[in-house]
């Protein structure tokens, strides 16, 4: 199990980036699939991006996003670019410990560890 907290957040214009942070526990943090997902008031948690244990792989929902990782410090991020009011929601950072590299997971019923979220905020 791996403790999470996300970061960065805020309030944000329509057309800038945002860069959020999610940082794990323990020494083990490098053997864990991290995925981004959000959720938007009223509606259902979707899927952002995920990247594999080694930062190897990477799939994300929307070309404007990237997703990265520091195993050294712990860290995955979610730099979010040419925002829209629409990706106004809390984004929740979430983990899976994987054994397989290059592995990584797109539903939220494939992670285990979640964090408590950090809200952005696009105004128009």
């Known amino acids: 199990q791996v403790q999470l907290v996300e970061s960065g957040g805020g309030l944000a214009q329509a057309g800038g980036c945002v860069r959020v942070s999610c940082s794990g526990s323990g020494r083990t943090f490098g053997s864990y699939v991290v995925g981004w997902f959000r959720q938007a008031p009223g509606k259902e948690r979707e899927f952002v991006a995920t990247?594999?244990?080694?930062?190897s792989n990477t799939y994300l929902a929307d070309g404007r996003f990237t997703i990265s990782r520091d195993n050294a410090a712990n860290t995955v991020y979610l730099q979010l670019n040419s925002l829209k009011p629409e990706n106004t929601a809390v984004y929740y950072c979430t983990a899976r410990q994987t054994a397989i590299d290059g592995d990584y997971f797109r539903r939220t019923c494939e992670f285990n560890d979640w964090g408590q979220g950090t809200k952005i905020t696009v105004s128009s």
């Open positions: 990247i594999s244990a080694s930062g």
